[in-house]
């Protein structure tokens, strides 16, 4: 079994900065990516930024320039630098690992963590 926690949520103001934490830990074979995802009311699920094996990064258009996704591999960590916050980055954090767990080699299976409110008050 896998567990994904996130921390690091919480209420700033506009402009502001926060940084978000997740870490994946249980049984795990190796980890091919790991990224974070957010969810506003009313609104889908959608990808904010994601790191993969190698170190390769992607990000939505919404947040380039502002965000920054960075992992430490040997502590199955990833980190989500927060910068010029806005009230339209308001939302549930969700961090994602697409990861092998030990017994299943070669197949890889998506683990979610609990999420965290991010509040950007304007």
């Known amino acids: 079994q896998v567990q994904v926690v996130e921390s690091g949520g919480g209420l700033v103001q506009a402009g502001g900065s926060l940084r978000l934490s997740c870490a994946a830990s249980?049984?795990?074979?190796?980890?091919?990516?790991m990224g974070w995802y957010r969810q506003a009311p009313g609104k889908q699920r959608e990808l904010v930024a994601a790191?993969?094996?190698?170190?390769?990064?992607n990000y939505a258009d919404s947040v380039k320039g502002r965000f920054t996704i960075s992992r430490v591999n040997t502590k199955n960590t990833v980190y989500l630098q927060m910068n010029s916050l806005n009230a339209e980055d308001t939302a549930v954090y969700y961090c994602?690992?697409?990861?092998?767990?030990?017994?299943?080699?070669?197949?890889?299976?998506?683990?979610w963590g609990q999420g965290t409110q991010v509040t950007v008050s304007s």
């Open positions: 994602n690992v697409e990861a092998t767990p030990w017994g299943h080699a070669s197949n890889l299976y998506n683990y």
């Open positions: 790191i993969i094996s190698g170190g390769r990064t």
């Open positions: 249980g049984s795990i074979l190796s980890i091919n990516a």
